[in-house]
């Protein structure tokens, strides 16, 4: 039975290891294959998505619990609330993945990138690591290890925790 979420895949690191640039590289080979892809990160600062003087920002700054916005193309939703992992992806029920920056405490399948040898403790600290990703030489003695430029390789294991790729 599918959860009420889509499947979620984390990608982890310390700050500046790459999450990002992984991430992206990842959407684009998984799109490749013709899923639909969900995002989700976290910020551990405050973010703004809005900007002083749109009506969206005016109707924040009123004191709007949340504030939602649409259009012909996009949406997006604003609360004074944090959301969990879970309910973030379950907000997206049009998509066949959320892959997740961060979130480094959540249960979910985990790609964790190391930079260098004062982060190895990482992949053995979390939960449910399935691959680790590096730019330095290093192989985990348990987790299967790439470089983090190999795409392909990373968007394979992956695909293992999804289902067959969509005929779109």
Known sequence: MR?????????????NSGKTTLLAALIRELRSFGYRIGTAKHDAHSFEIDYEGRDTWQHYEAGADAVAITSADKSALIRRAPAALEELAGAMPEVD?????????APFPKIVLLRGAPDLELADRLAAVIAVAVRFP?????IP???????????GIVRAYLPEAPRR
């Not at 290093?138 to 348990?142: G, K, L, S, T």
């Not at 290890?145 to 968007?155: M, Q, R, W």
């Open 3 to 15: 959860p009420n979420h889509p499947p979620i895949i984390q990608i982890v690191g310390y700050k």
């Open 138 to 142: 290093y192989r985990h003695p348990a």
């Open 97 to 105: 993945v959320v892959l997740a920056e961060g979130f480094k405490d």
């Open 145 to 155: 290890t790439h470089h983090a430029d190999d795409v392909a390789a990373l968007a």
